[in-house]
């Protein structure tokens, strides 16, 4: 983390921009390391951030592990119909649904800060081509924001429904 850290600083006093690439889901995760991976990216503060989660794909290390374990979830596709990613891989206090929450609240409490937001505003302000591009991103962003949280909700209202029709242990 240091060096990332380091490498960051030194990026920004050269003047170049620096994209953030994190995974929510791998081996190990937790409700603490998502938040502490989130912290980590707001101390960096590049310029942009991309939040992905882990895919065990057939033949990886990671897809026999899941399968061993019994950490796919029920539903396992990857993207949905536009190619967004939807979450495959969930541990026992970690479920799918929370993990995409996770991935909502990563991106909202990164971009929603006054400093990111108030840079994003200025480039927008003083350069038209950054507007137009921030704006069509700015669109997407939002539309796969509210499908997220409609998938979140789905897997949500699938969890409750399916525990309440368990029969309750004695």
């Not at 960051?8 to 994209?19: E, I, P, Q, R, S």
């Not at 119909?81 to 990563?106: C, N, S, T």
Request: with cysteine; net charge neutral.
């Amino acid at each position: 983390m240091e060096r990332a850290r380091q490498f960051t600083k030194d990026c920004h006093k050269l003047g170049l921009v620096v994209h953030g690439d994190f995974i929510l889901g791998l081996p190990g995760e937790t409700r603490e390391t998502i938040r502490n991976t989130i912290n980590f990216a707001k101390e960096l503060d590049v310029e942009t951030i991309q939040v992905s989660v882990a895919h065990a794909y057939p033949g990886t290390e990671l897809y026999d592990q899941a399968v061993k374990n019994g950490f796919l979830a029920a539903d396992t596709k990857m993207v949905d119909e536009g190619g967004h990613q939807l979450v495959h891989i969930e541990y026992p206090d970690l479920p799918a649904a929370e993990i995409m929450e996770q991935v909502h609240r990563f991106y909202d409490e990164y971009y929603f800060r006054p400093k990111a937001a108030f840079r994003i505003l200025k480039r927008a302000a003083f350069n038209s081509d950054d507007r137009k591009r921030l704006y069509k991103e700015a669109k997407a962003f939002l539309k796969t924001r509210a499908m997220r949280h409609k998938w979140v909700q789905e897997k949500q209202s699938e969890a409750e429904s399916s525990a309440a029709v368990q029969p309750a242990k004695a």
